[in-house]
């Protein structure tokens, strides 16, 4: 399958600083990328829709101010966390399709866990 | 947007025994629905999908079920193995999107 890599893994930061969290796409050309949120033992959260040259659209609920999403390159998308607070404390994962059509499969990437203290 | 349910939350089953987990949505314009594999700490994997004019696919051991008058879908693993502990999650995509709408997730475990 395609190969969608996140970086960092894991991060830590202090309250009040901002974390960039990237996702590439590393053997496939991804118009659109998606970010999700992911709390312990629950689901992954839509947060917005990473698209290539055009701004993002968030889902209902997700402070566009706070979470910055930048899809600069077909390979690259970027979830800027903007004076984090503890509760954004989480596990931030991406995913990208191969292709642009609905009904094809999502590869993810392999997640960033966020601690802010 | 897409309202997706999942049931159960957590399951528990012997070995070699069969495991069912339901999904229902709320949009009839989805017609993607994928069941993605989660091991504790990675990231997800797609185990099987299906597409609305499907009602039924199979890959060895996992199958899906798909009822689009009703708007849900069951994913069925047979002869559980160990290896096949993890979360389980469906989803739904919209015909108007790319978006994947998550279930709340399956924690299943095989017991040896």
């Known amino acids: 399958g395609a190969v969608v890599s996140q970086h960092p893994s894991w991060v830590i930061c202090k309250s009040g600083t901002s974390v960039k969290i990237e996702c590439r796409s590393l053997d496939f050309q991804a118009t659109t990328m998606f970010w999700y949120r992911q709390f312990p033992k629950q689901s992954l959260m839509l947060m917005a829709t990473s698209n290539e040259g055009s701004k993002a659209t968030y889902e209902q609920g997700v402070e566009k101010d706070k979470f910055l999403i930048n899809h600069a390159s077909l390979t690259l998308s970027t979830l800027t966390v903007t004076s984090a607070h503890p509760e954004d404390s989480s596990f931030y994962i991406c995913?990208?399709?191969?292709?642009?059509?609905?009904?094809?499969?999502?590869?993810f990437g392999q997640g960033t866990r966020l601690t802010v203290v | 947007g897409e309202n997706v349910e999942q049931h159960p939350s957590t399951l528990s089953v012997q070995e070699g025994d069969s495991a069912v987990i339901k999904c229902t949505y709320s949009d009839s314009a989805s017609n993607y629905f994928p069941w993605y594999k989660q091991e504790l700490g990675k990231r997800p994997q797609l185990i099987i999908d299906?597409?609305?004019?499907?009602g039924e696919k199979k890959d060895q051991r996992i199958a899906v079920t798909l009822n689009k008058t009703a708007k849900h879908f069951s994913l069925h693993i047979t002869e559980t193995q160990p290896e096949d502990s993890a979360v389980y999650f469906c989803a739904a995509s919209m015909s108007t999107g790319n978006q994947f709408y998550f279930g709340t997730g399956t924690s299943l475990t095989v017991i040896p």
């Open positions: 299906i597409r609305s004019n499907v």
């Open positions: 995913s990208a399709k191969r292709q642009p059509s609905v009904g094809t499969e999502a590869f």
